[in-house]
């Protein structure tokens, strides 16, 4: 899509994370979801994260974050601002009601990557972070 620079959708990169013991993680790009994952340590989380800001151009990369843990919800955003090197847009979102309580359903992460996808669409509190590296 990027390589076609088609105009149809915002040049906007979403991420929808949904912080927890499995940690959901939902990607738009184009406004087209291109990934869907879960990760079962912070680190492992942001890694990824820097990998996808990193690799594709948007105008904006927007990352909704659910207040449903917030210890871990500010250990994400403390580790990306110290391990990303360029300035992104934070949004902490209510998650309530974002999870199925469904029994079994939770196999191989799947309420978290959906929790993620349904925190992704949901509007916050938006401000900018700009790396320490500029910041100092």
């Known amino acids: ?3 076609l620079n088609l105009d149809f959708e915002e ?6 994370i949904d912080p927890g ?12 979801e291109i990934e869907s994952s879960f990760h079962l340590s912070v680190e492992n989380l ?3 994260i820097i990998q996808i800001l990193g690799g594709l151009r948007a ?3 927007i990352i909704k974050i659910g207040n449903g843990n917030m ?4 250990k994400i955003v403390s580790m990306l601002n110290l391990n990303f090197c360029s300035s992104f ?12 309580k469904i029994k079994n359903f939770n196999q191989r992460g799947r309420r978290d990557m959906l929790s993620a996808k349904y925190i992704s669409q949901r509007d916050g509190f938006r401000h900018s972070i700009l ?5 100092g």
Request: glycine share 6%; charged share 25%; aromatic share 12%.
């Open 89 to 100: 847009e934070l949004e902490f979102v209510d998650e309530s009601k974002t999870s199925m």
């Open 1 to 3: 899509m990027q390589k």
């Open 71 to 74: 210890e871990i919800a500010k």
């Open 21 to 32: 013991q499995r940690i959901g993680l939902s990607v738009f790009y184009y406004g087209q």
């Open 59 to 61: 105008k904006r990369k």
């Open 131 to 135: 790396p320490l590296s500029l910041t």
């Open 11 to 16: 040049e906007f990169l979403i991420l929808g």
């Open 46 to 48: 942001v890694f990824h």
